[in-house]
């Protein structure tokens, strides 16, 4: 019997001692694992520092900029000519342009995309759902600079023969080509937040007597509302920010007006005529770009901030 406690207190002390050893030596194994939240740290901060780097840059100039411009001009002015000898420097031109273009991109965009969406989520058998999906977002994965040379090239042709006072370069033709291109984020977005609401939702609205169609309109899409804004939103925000298929296909005039027929500049428009070479290093033009990017910075912001109020406000749990 005392052989047998003698063991047990021997197997005691030898697994005490085996584990005193192993916290004493210390192996490359757990240094690497100690070293890991600080690495994951480090790289997590790396978007935060590009972030706050690219703010104060654009703050800096931007206020370079406004010690030789008014704010009050460069906000509320309609003309803009920065290459004149008597240079205006209004950014509503650029403002109404850069709307003008994101509104018919929407315009385009959000029936399309949300009708593709409604019939993967609900109509579509899982076999071609799946099919179809891949194929739709390969036209995310299309370069923008060639839906430029399409709008360009092909799209504006068209509208010529259509509307015979189009001009070469308009923004309509750029709209409806971005409108094609951002129909895979809204449908893909919106599908998703569909196909989240629960089956036994839909079973239930079939169960009382709805059909199809009426389980969509009614239950569905109110379920899955915040989802659908959302997409809507970024869908906007990406529009803004598009940069190859307006400063290919919308010309470079700075017209401020509301006639989509005409040639118009946006804002990622005039930044890519800047840096092209034209104005000199330290110069009023060159400050100018860095106001126009901090408006479209501010847009973009905008947008986010709002896709996530919204996210947040029509948000449904289940």
Do not use: C, W
Request: aromatic share 8%; proline share 5%; glycine share 6%.
């Amino acid at each position: 019997m005392r052989s047998g406690e003698h063991m047990e207190d021997q197997r005691e002390k030898n697994i005490r001692q085996l584990i005193e050893e192993r916290k004493q030596k210390k192996s490359f194994r757990d240094y690497f694992e100690k070293s890991i939240p600080s690495l994951l740290f480090v790289i997590a901060s790396i978007s935060v520092l590009t972030t706050i780097g690219i703010v104060i840059t654009l703050l800096t100039e931007t206020v370079e900029f406004f010690k030789r411009v008014p704010i009050v001009e460069f906000v509320t002015g309609t003309v803009l000519k920065p290459l004149s000898q008597n240079p205006e420097f209004g950014v509503l031109p650029l403002v109404m342009g850069t709307m003008l273009s994101s509104l018919i991109a929407m315009f385009v965009a959000v029936p399309i995309g949300l009708m593709t969406a409604i019939y993967l989520s609900e109509y579509a058998s899982e076999k071609l759902r799946k099919r179809l999906k891949p194929m739709l977002e390969l036209l995310a994965g299309i370069p923008t600079i060639v839906y430029g040379f399409f709008a360009f090239t092909f799209v504006t042709p068209i509208l010529k023969n259509l509307i015979p006072g189009l001009e070469a370069t308009n923004i309509l033709s750029p709209g409806l080509v971005m409108g094609v291109m951002i129909i895979p984020m809204i449908a893909s977005l919106s599908e998703d937040a569909m196909s989240s609401v629960p089956q036994s939702m839909r079973e239930g609205a079939l169960g009382l007597g709805a059909t199809k169609l009426e389980v969509t309109r009614k239950v569905v899409i109110p379920a899955a509302l915040s989802g659908i804004i959302a997409s809507f939103v970024l869908g906007i925000s990406r529009a803004i920010g598009e940069t190859m298929i307006v400063t290919i296909a919308s010309g470079s005039t700075k017209n401020f007006t509301v006639d989509v027929t005409q040639s118009m500049q946006t804002m990622t428009a005039y930044i890519v005529e800047v840096t092209g070479g034209d104005a000199p290093a330290g110069s009023t033009v060159y400050y100018s770009l860095y106001a126009v990017a901090m408006t479209l910075f501010i847009f973009t912001l905008l947008m986010n901030v709002l896709a996530r109020y919204v996210s947040r406000k029509f948000r449904e749990v289940y």
